[in-house]
């Protein structure tokens, strides 16, 4: 009788805890959901990518970063300033014409030393070659911590 009270209260001690991992999958959904609102009725009226709490919420409209991250994904970027992204970093940063995520590649050192605004080298996984413009630091706007996927 001992081993059959052992299994049952083994059995429902694993049922709480499936409970609570569901639980916090659940709340954790909630919590991107919202931020996704908060993002967008941020930018709406700002014109701007907003960030809430420090993170944001983009969809992947192009191939660039396959395989890394595939067109219609959604990533979860972190807000960050320069000093924080490290060769090999996926950015998300301001460029011609809108927004991109690809990854840091390096520095442009001569870029840098001759003093010219930019000089962070970027580029799509997906992609030949560098992107051909350089990105000034103050275009850096946060790094993929997640690829949330769809």
Not at 19 to 35: K, N, R, V, Y
Not at 41 to 68: N, Q, R, W
Not at 106 to 134: F, H, L, P, Q, S
């Amino acid at each position: 009788m001992g081993m059959e009270y052992l299994l049952k209260k083994m059995a429902k001690l694993i049922l709480l805890l499936l409970e609570t991992l569901l639980d916090i999958g659940l709340l954790f959904s909630l919590c991107l959901a919202l931020m996704g609102i908060c993002t967008a009725v941020m930018e709406s009226c700002t014109g701007e990518p907003c960030f809430f709490l420090g993170y944001k919420i983009v969809h992947i409209s192009s191939s660039s970063m396959e395989d890394a991250i595939g067109k219609g994904d959604l990533v979860l970027i972190r807000e960050v300033d320069e000093i924080e992204v490290s060769p090999g970093d996926v950015i998300f940063f301001r460029r011609k014409g809108g927004y991109a995520v690809h990854r840091f590649i390096g520095i442009d050192e001569k870029r840098r030393a001759a003093g010219e605004e930019g000089y962070m080298v970027t580029k799509g996984d997906n992609n030949n070659i560098a992107d051909v413009d350089r990105l000034a630091p103050e275009d850096l706007l946060g790094k993929v911590v997640m690829n949330i996927g769809i």
